[in-house]
T-cell receptor, first 115, second 114 residues
Framework: GDSVTQTEGLVTLTEGLPVMLNCTYQ???????LFWYVQHLNESPRLLLK?????KRTEHQGFHATLHKSSSSFHLQKSSAQLSDSALYYC?????????????FGSGTQLTVMP | DTTVKQNPRYKLARVGKPVNLICSQT?????MYWYQKKPNQAPKLLLF???????READTFEKFQSSRPNNSFCSLYIGSAGLEYSAMYLC?????????????FGPGTRLTVL
């Protein structure tokens, strides 16, 4: 079945260093939709990025990701981490099911940025 | 307003007792979802309503029920809570039909079953 894998459960790094959170997926669907959701402490998950175009970089709030269908990846990157980036990040895949669409989430990566 | 509201935010229940969780949105979204989130696990889709049509996941079919009396409200009902139901329950909604549509999440209800 469809699945999303986030290999790092916890990532801790120093402010100013680059961020890269890994995401790979498996799906039989040839045109998947991939998302990154972010959840700050005591807040709801909210959409950070989404993409369905192969090899096209998508950017928002300093973060960027590129969907690579050849490697089934959608890694999240940022050139310089900020303290406010500390949060739980979910990669998710959208698939059609029972007349609607549903998200398949990865297990999440907790990013902690230290001063 | 892109707010999804959930009530209550915290719920304590006894084993064997029923639990009813409420979600509301005023965005006129077609689809409303319920997820279960346990520590260190991915949010797991339990069920969703597309308009008035309820879709439940195969492995949770008998454990959870839901109703959507109108477009804005959706409930999650557990007839007899077990210890394994302790989790965060997230409600979400999305507009329209299509894989690219964003889901808007509520703050969650933390259910503890004792």
């Amino acid at each position: 079945g469809d699945s999303v894998t986030q290999t790092e459960g916890l990532v801790t790094l120093t402010e100013g260093l680059p961020v890269m959170l890994n995401c790979t997926y498996q799906t039989i669907y040839s045109n998947p939709f991939l998302f990154w959701y972010v959840q700050h402490l005591n807040e709801s998950p909210r959409l950070l990025l989404k993409s369905f175009t192969d090899n096209k970089r998508t950017e928002h709030q300093g973060f960027h990701a590129t969907l690579h269908k050849s490697s089934s990846s959608f890694h999240l990157q940022k050139s310089s981490a900020q303290l406010s980036d500390s949060a739980l990040y979910y990669c998710a895949l959208s698939r059609a099911s029972s007349g609607s669409w549903q998200l398949i989430f990865g297990s999440g990566t907790q990013l902690t940025v230290m001063p | 307003d892109t707010t999804v509201k959930q009530n209550p935010r915290y719920k304590l229940a006894r084993v064997g007792k029923p639990v009813n969780l409420i979600c509301s949105q005023t965005m006129n979204h077609d689809t409303m979802y319920w997820y279960q989130k346990k520590p260190n696990q991915a949010p797991k889709l339990l069920l969703f309503y597309y308009d008035k049509i309820l879709n439940r996941e195969a492995d949770t079919f008998e454990k959870f029920q839901s109703s959507r009396p109108n477009n804005s409200f959706c409930s999650l009902y557990i007839g007899s809570a077990g210890l394994e139901y302790s989790a965060m329950y997230l409600c979400a909604s999305s507009r329209g039909w299509g894989g690219a549509h964003e889901q808007y999440f509520g703050p969650g209800t933390r259910l503890t079953v004792l």
